[in-house]
T-cell receptor, first 112, second 115 residues
Framework: KAGVTQTPRYLIKTRGQQVTLSCSPI?????VSWYQQTPGQGLQFLFE???????NKGNFPGRFSGRQFSNSRSEMNVSTLELGDSALYLC???????????FGPGTRLTVT | ELKVEQNPLFLSMQEGKNYTIYCNYS?????LYWYRQDPGKSLESLFV?????AVKQEGRLMASLDTKARLSTLHITAAVHDLSATYFC???????????????FGKGTKLSVIP
């Protein structure tokens, strides 16, 4: 069974630009969550999608948005990038809340 | 606001020794997860604990959950170098009965096992 895939793996952007990250969950998983990992703040929850609906959103500004498609693939978008957005962005898929989450390899975003 | 505290944050131990990592949290959640992360890698799921008194074991690792004390432990038995990694606990803060979930992670415990 293929694991969670994320593209791109590495990205360098300039302040003020926007970026879109993609996540393909494990086949059959309808829940996709996104996390930001930084050395200072650790792992922080961004949002969770299930069947194209955002069910939860973490404490992030509106510049962070996401969506999920009918095939469960998900994208997250960050607009007007700031230096502090440099982080590892992790996507995880699951069958639901009582099941383990499987994490993708992450997208490392560097904002200069 | 849910707080999840792990201790210790850094742990250096010799091979063959036993040790415990503690995860305290501030809500009444009964769903707790443990993950492992190797340097430069993503997270690997270790255990999913879904009820008070849950205990799970895999190899040299054993995790338990005490929801009354709001405490989970990850016990390492006879450590080996391959266990060197950062271990995270995460608590689901969404109320029971809801379909959705939202994990709050601890800061992580960086474990170094010295040969």
């Amino acid at each position: 069974k293929a694991g969670v895939t994320q593209t791109p793996r590495y990205l360098i952007k300039t302040r003020g630009q926007q970026v879109t990250l993609s996540c393909s969950p494990i086949s059959g998983h309808r829940s996709v969550s996104w996390y930001q990992q930084t050395p200072g703040q650790g792992l922080q929850f961004l949002f969770e999608y299930f069947s194209e609906t955002q069910r939860n959103k973490g404490n992030f500004p509106g510049r962070f948005s996401g969506r999920q498609f009918s095939n469960s693939r998900s994208e997250m978008n960050v607009s007007t990038l700031e230096l502090g957005d440099s982080a590892l962005y992790l996507c995880a898929s699951s069958q639901g809340r009582l099941y383990e989450q499987y994490f993708g390899p992450g997208t490392r975003l560097t904002v200069t | 606001e849910l707080k999840v505290e792990q201790n210790p944050l850094f742990l250096s131990m010799q091979e063959g020794k036993n040790y415990t990592i503690y995860c305290n949290y501030s809500t009444t959640s009964d769903r707790l997860y443990w993950y492992r992360q190797d340097p430069g890698k993503s997270l690997e799921s270790l255990f999913v604990l879904l009820s008070n008194g849950a205990v799970k074991q895999e190899g040299r690792l054993m995790a338990s959950l005490d929801t009354k004390a709001r405490l989970s432990t990850l016990h390492i038995t006879a450590a080996v170098h391959d266990l060197s990694a950062t271990y995270f606990c995460a608590v689901d803060e969404v109320a029971s009965g809801a379909g959705s979930y939202q994990l709050t992670f601890g800061k992580g415990t960086k474990l170094s096992v010295i040969p």
